[in-house]
């Protein structure tokens, strides 16, 4: 997959998938454990010119001990995926799905 898929994955699971991917060409073996899945991990993101509820300050005081990656898209980008991004990881997908919420509530 594209786009940010490689570093959910690795947020997700604690994981390299780009050494993973090297193990397998070299040796055959991915060298990790596929029951291990600490993490649920979610991208959100937003518009320019939109009105939300919270502000991105608001979103780094209530979450930001949970997020991983946030910045400005790309203009290439932004008509697929938003003009700033947010990518962060929980322990329960409750959470991860209560973090989306509070950061796309317009």
């Excluded at 594209?2 to 570093?7: A, E, H, I, N, T």
């Excluded at 994955?9 to 899945?37: H, K, L, S, T």
């Excluded at 991105?56 to 949970?66: D, H, V």
């Excluded at 990656?69 to 991004?85: K, N, R, T």
């Amino acid at each position: 997959p594209g786009g940010y898929s490689p570093d959910m994955m690795n947020y997700a699971n604690d994981i390299n998938v780009y050494q993973i991917w090297a193990n397998m060409v070299c040796y055959d073996q991915g060298y990790f454990d596929p029951e291990q899945r600490p993490y649920s991990c979610v991208y959100a993101s937003r518009r320019r010119n939109t009105e939300y509820v919270h502000s991105n300050e608001e979103i780094f005081a209530t979450y930001g001990q949970s997020i991983v990656m946030y910045e400005e898209m790309p203009v290439v980008l932004s008509g697929a995926m938003g003009d700033f991004a947010y990518i962060a990881r929980f322990t329960t997908e409750e959470e991860a799905l209560a973090f989306v919420d509070f950061v796309s509530k317009k």
